[in-house]
């Protein structure tokens, strides 16, 4: 942990020279080369979003605090009651081949005066999971919070969801530690692992994100030629 000495002698964190509060993240999109990460709109984007989950088995909400819908229209309900606030910021993530919407991800306990901000509720359907869009919409996302000044970038998860902090890990993030018995949902306990990317590791990140993203690593038929954390390892520091 850096740190310096106070005049008395004891350890204090370092200095944040001229820090100033953050701007809350816009209510814009964001563009891609895959995809375009919008502000959720009802109107726009509830029956995309609706008939991609469709898809999707019951396994599919196991570890979010809502879901499955019956209907439509219990599905836009949800929508009106819990997505069209500022935080969470929720966002529809619209593939650019066919304009669909595919999936959502928000801002959440957005904290501009400290400069940090969790991602989370990301809800991929099966269209989307493992596409080439559905990193760069997180990179799109990650890129914004940095471009403003955020400081930290949080994810959380239950501790019990593997593909997610697989994901995490993936993404970039770095592990740091457990919150035990932190939440009740679905009448059961949940155990959180926490996650973040600070601000002095952005550069690197985005460079990886930049090498992995780029039209030559994918063959004809999208696959990609090399993983994430191999253009990550690009950009590390050799180990003392």
């Not at 469709?54 to 599919?60: L, V």
């Not at 005066?113 to 596409?131: D, F, K, N, T, W």
């Not at 930049?210 to 004809?220: H, I």
Request: hydrophobic share 35%.
């Amino acid at each position: 942990m850096d740190s310096t000495l106070n005049s008395l002698g004891q350890p204090v964190g370092l200095d944040v020279p001229g820090w100033t509060s953050r701007p809350r993240p816009p209510r814009e999109a964001i563009e891609g080369e895959y995809c375009r990460v919008e502000p959720l709109d009802v109107e726009r984007h509830a029956r995309s979003l609706y008939d991609a989950f469709a898809e999707a088995d019951d396994s599919h909400w196991t570890y979010l605090p809502y879901g499955p819908f019956a209907s439509f229209e219990e599905y836009v309900g949800w929508l009106q009651r819990s997505c069209l606030g500022d935080d969470p910021l929720y966002f529809a993530v619209i593939e650019r081949g066919s304009g669909r919407a595919l999936g959502v991800a928000s801002y959440l306990r957005i904290e501009p005066a400290e400069g940090c901000l969790e991602v989370g509720h990301i809800c991929y359907s099966p269209r989307l999971q493992r596409m080439t869009a559905a990193t760069e919409a997180m990179y799109l996302l990650m890129a914004r919070a940095f471009e403003l000044g955020y400081r930290r970038y949080e994810w959380k998860c239950d501790a019990l969801n593997a593909p997610s902090r697989a994901a995490a890990e993936r993404l970039g993030f770095s592990y740091e530690g457990t919150f035990r018995q932190a939440r009740v949902y679905r009448g059961r306990n949940r155990d959180t692992a926490w996650y973040s990317v600070v601000d002095s590791e952005w550069t690197v990140l985005r460079d990886a994100f930049g090498r992995w993203l780029d039209p030559g690593n994918f063959d004809e038929r999208g696959r990609q030629r090399k993983h994430l954390d191999a253009a990550r390892a690009l950009g590390r520091l050799p180990e003392k």
